[in-house]
C-alpha cells in the first residue's frame, strides 16, 4: 500500500492498482478567494489520473470543492457517512456531478466496497454541535492494511473508545494538529501580543491532543493532516496570529520530545510513502517552512487578491433594516425551537452605512442603535463592509465560512466563549 500526500486534507492511498482519493482540493481561492494552499502544492489538478474511490470527509471547500471535483472521472465510487441531513450528497446532487456510485456508510457498521475493501466511519465529537452535524473520519481496511483518516474531526472519547477496540492494529493514522478560526486573528479586544499569545497557547494545545491521541491509538505510521492553508487578500496579515503552524513540521520537535519520533511520518507535496517497504518517493528530505517564508509568499502572491464581496458593491435600494429583522425573525424560531436563550447581544456594525443593530438573544426584537457609543457587556460585536454583510444576512457566505476567511472584525466581551453563540449566529439570515 502507498500514501502519496498532496497538500491539506486531500491524498491518495494506493493499493493494487486501485488508487482512493481523500477530501478532494486543489484549486486555489476557495472560500469567496480567501484561502489558498500553504505549504505550496506540487500537483495540478489535471495531472490527478484516474480513481477508483473518492472519500469526501465533510463539505466544507477544503475537503469538497466543485472547481477540483469538477475534474474527476464520473466512474469513480463516492465514499460518504450516511446522515441526515446529507449535505455532501446534496452538493453532489446541486452542482450535477454524476458519479458511477455514491456509497452511503453507516458509521459504526461499515460497508464492504469489495473483497478486499472494508471502510467505516465515526462521527465527530457531539459535544462539538457544528463538527457533529457536519464532520466524519473514515477508517479503511484494505487487504492487510489498516488507515485511520481523522481529516478535521478532533478524536473524541467514545470514538476512539470504538476505534481502538475495533481496530487494534493500525498502520497509518492521519490526525489533525491543529486549529484554524476568526480567534485570536480577528478579536480587536485583545492586544498584538495578546493574539500571539493566544495562537501559540491554542496550537501548543492542539500538538499535544496530536500526541495523546497518537499513543492511545498506537499506529505503525502518523501524519500531521489536514489544515494547511494560508488567507490571501486585504485580510492576510492576520496569518500572523492564526493558531495552526506554517507547516506540519511543527509538531516535530514534541513529537520527538514523547518519545514518538520514530512513527512520525512528515511528507512533502507529491511525496508518497510504501507502507511495506517504509521507503518514501522521491527519496527527499522533508521541507520545513517557517513562517517568514510564509509571510513572503503571501506579499509576492497572494495580497492583491480580492474576495468575492469586494468585487461588488449593494445599491442603497438594499433595505438593510428589513434583512436584519428577517434573519432575526428566523434566528428566533431557531432559539425556540432548541430552546437556546443566552444571556447576551449580537450586535452588526455596518461599516460604509455606519449603522448598527443589537440583537438581544433573550428577547425577539431588533433594535438600531447609534454606533459611536459604547456598548453595555456582554455582547459579540461583528463588524464589516456592506457588501459582506448584506451577503452574510441572505445566505450567500455562512457566518461559519466568513469567520474561517478572516472577513469580520470581532469584538467579544467578556472574553468567553460560548459555543451556543457561534453555533446560532449560522441561523442569523434571511
Same mark, same amino acid.
Request: glycine share 6%; aromatic share 10%.
Given at each position: 500500500?502507498?500514501?502519496?500526500?498532496?497538500?491539506?486534507?486531500? #491524498?491518495?492511498?494506493?493499493?493494487?492498482?486501485?488508487?482512493?482519493?481523500?477530501?478532494?482540493?486543489?484549486?486555489?481561492?476557495?472560500?469567496?478567494?480567501?484561502?489558498?494552499?500553504?505549504?505550496?502544492?506540487?500537483?495540478?489538478?489535471?495531472?490527478?489520473?484516474?480513481?477508483?474511490?473518492?472519500?469526501?470527509?465533510?463539505?466544507?471547500?477544503?475537503?469538497?470543492?466543485?472547481?477540483?471535483?469538477?475534474?474527476?472521472?464520473?466512474?469513480?465510487?463516492?465514499?460518504?457517512?450516511?446522515?441526515?441531513?446529507?449535505?455532501?450528497?446534496?452538493?453532489?446532487?446541486?452542482?450535477?456531478?454524476?458519479?458511477?456510485?455514491?456509497?452511503?456508510?453507516?458509521?459504526?457498521?461499515?460497508?464492504?466496497?469489495?473483497?478486499?475493501?472494508?471502510?467505516?466511519?465515526?462521527? @465527530?465529537?457531539?459535544?462539538?454541535?457544528? #463538527?457533529?452535524?457536519?464532520?466524519?473520519?473514515?477508517?479503511?481496511?484494505?487487504?492487510?492494511?489498516?488507515?485511520?483518516?481523522?481529516?478535521?474531526?478532533?478524536?473524541? %472519547?467514545?470514538?476512539?473508545?470504538?476505534?481502538?477496540?475495533?481496530?487494534? /492494529?493500525?498502520?497509518? #493514522?492521519?490526525?489533525?494538529?491543529?486549529?484554524?478560526?476568526?480567534?485570536?486573528?480577528?478579536?480587536?479586544?485583545?492586544?498584538?501580543?495578546?493574539?500571539? @499569545?493566544?495562537?501559540?497557547?491554542?496550537?501548543?494545545? $492542539?500538538?499535544?491532543?496530536?500526541?495523546?491521541?497518537? /499513543?492511545?491509538?498506537?499506529?505503525?505510521?502518523?501524519?500531521?493532516?489536514?489544515?494547511?492553508?494560508?488567507?490571501?487578500?486585504?485580510?492576510?496579515?492576520?496569518?500572523?496570529?492564526?493558531?495552526?503552524?506554517?507547516?506540519?513540521?511543527?509538531?516535530?520537535?514534541?513529537?520527538?520530545?514523547?518519545?514518538?519520533?520514530?512513527?512520525?511520518?512528515? =511528507?512533502?507535496?507529491?511525496?508518497?510513502?510504501?507502507?511495506?517497504?517504509?521507503?518514501?518517493?522521491?527519496?527527499?528530505?522533508?521541507?520545513?517552512?517557517?513562517?517568514?517564508?510564509?509571510?513572503?509568499?503571501?506579499?509576492?502572491?497572494?495580497?492583491?487578491?480580492?474576495?468575492?464581496?469586494?468585487?461588488?458593491?449593494?445599491?442603497?435600494?438594499?433595505?438593510?433594516?428589513?434583512?436584519? $429583522?428577517?434573519?432575526? /425573525?428566523?434566528?428566533?424560531?431557531?432559539?425556540?425551537?432548541?430552546?437556546?436563550?443566552?444571556?447576551?447581544? =449580537?450586535?452588526?456594525?455596518?461599516?460604509?452605512?455606519?449603522? $448598527?443593530?443589537?440583537?438581544? =438573544?433573550?428577547?425577539?426584537?431588533?433594535?438600531?442603535?447609534?454606533?459611536?457609543?459604547?456598548?453595555?457587556?456582554?455582547?459579540?460585536?461583528?463588524?464589516?463592509?456592506?457588501?459582506?454583510?448584506?451577503?452574510?444576512?441572505?445566505?450567500?457566505? %455562512?457566518?461559519?465560512?466568513?469567520?474561517? @476567511?478572516?472577513?469580520?472584525?470581532?469584538?467579544?466581551?467578556?472574553?468567553?466563549?460560548?459555543?451556543?453563540?457561534?453555533?446560532?449566529?449560522?441561523?442569523?439570515?434571511?
Amino acid at each position: 500500500m502507498k500514501f502519496i500526500n498532496l497538500g491539506g486534507a486531500t #491524498a491518495i492511498l494506493e493499493y493494487r492498482g486501485k488508487r482512493m482519493l481523500f477530501d478532494p482540493w486543489l484549486d486555489e481561492g476557495i472560500f469567496h478567494g480567501s484561502w489558498f494552499h500553504w505549504p505550496p502544492v506540487s500537483t495540478d489538478i489535471k495531472d490527478l489520473g484516474r480513481f477508483d474511490y473518492v472519500y469526501i470527509s465533510h463539505i466544507h471547500e477544503d475537503h469538497c470543492s466543485a472547481g477540483t471535483i469538477r475534474h474527476l472521472n464520473r466512474d469513480a465510487e463516492i465514499i460518504i457517512m450516511d446522515r441526515r441531513p446529507n449535505f455532501v450528497a446534496n452538493f453532489l446532487k446541486s452542482h450535477d456531478f454524476n458519479f458511477a456510485k455514491v456509497h452511503l456508510v453507516p458509521p459504526r457498521k461499515g460497508m464492504r466496497l469489495a473483497d478486499d475493501l472494508f471502510v467505516d466511519m465515526i462521527e @465527530a465529537d457531539p459535544a462539538n454541535e457544528m #463538527a457533529y452535524l457536519v464532520d466524519s473520519s473514515i477508517v479503511i481496511r484494505w487487504g492487510d492494511h489498516v488507515v485511520f483518516n481523522a481529516n478535521d474531526c478532533q478524536p473524541h %472519547s467514545d470514538g476512539m473508545d470504538y476505534l481502538c477496540k475495533t481496530y487494534p /492494529k493500525i498502520d497509518l #493514522a492521519l490526525l489533525p494538529y491543529s486549529g484554524g478560526s476568526g480567534y485570536p486573528s480577528c478579536y480587536i479586544n485583545l492586544t498584538e501580543d495578546e493574539k500571539i @499569545a493566544e495562537k501559540e497557547r491554542i496550537l501548543e494545545r $492542539r500538538v499535544a491532543g496530536f500526541i495523546e491521541n497518537t /499513543k492511545r491509538i498506537n499506529p505503525r505510521h502518523v501524519v500531521p493532516f489536514a489544515d494547511q492553508y494560508v488567507v490571501g487578500g486585504s485580510r492576510s496579515h492576520l496569518n500572523r496570529y492564526i493558531s495552526h503552524g506554517s507547516c506540519p513540521g511543527v509538531v516535530r520537535d514534541q513529537v520527538q520530545a514523547a518519545g514518538l519520533g520514530d512513527r512520525l511520518l512528515l =511528507l512533502n507535496s507529491g511525496q508518497s510513502f510504501d507502507l511495506l517497504t517504509k521507503t518514501k518517493s522521491p527519496d527527499a528530505p522533508y521541507k520545513a517552512y517557517t513562517e517568514e517564508e510564509r509571510e513572503r509568499h503571501i506579499a509576492e502572491h497572494l495580497v492583491q487578491h480580492m474576495y468575492d464581496h469586494e468585487r461588488v458593491t449593494f445599491g442603497p435600494s438594499v433595505s438593510i433594516d428589513r434583512l436584519v $429583522r428577517h434573519a432575526r /425573525k428566523r434566528l428566533w424560531e431557531a432559539q425556540t425551537q432548541r430552546r437556546t436563550f443566552p444571556a447576551t447581544r =449580537l450586535v452588526l456594525d455596518f461599516n460604509d452605512s455606519q449603522r $448598527r443593530f443589537e440583537i438581544d =438573544l433573550t428577547v425577539a426584537d431588533v433594535l438600531e442603535s447609534d454606533i459611536r457609543q459604547p456598548l453595555r457587556e456582554p455582547y459579540l460585536r461583528m463588524s464589516g463592509s456592506d457588501t459582506l454583510q448584506i451577503m452574510l444576512l441572505i445566505g450567500h457566505i %455562512s457566518w461559519n465560512i466568513a469567520d474561517a @476567511a478572516l472577513f469580520l472584525d470581532y469584538d467579544r466581551r467578556p472574553n468567553v466563549y460560548d459555543p451556543s453563540i457561534y453555533v446560532l449566529l449560522n441561523f442569523l439570515k434571511v
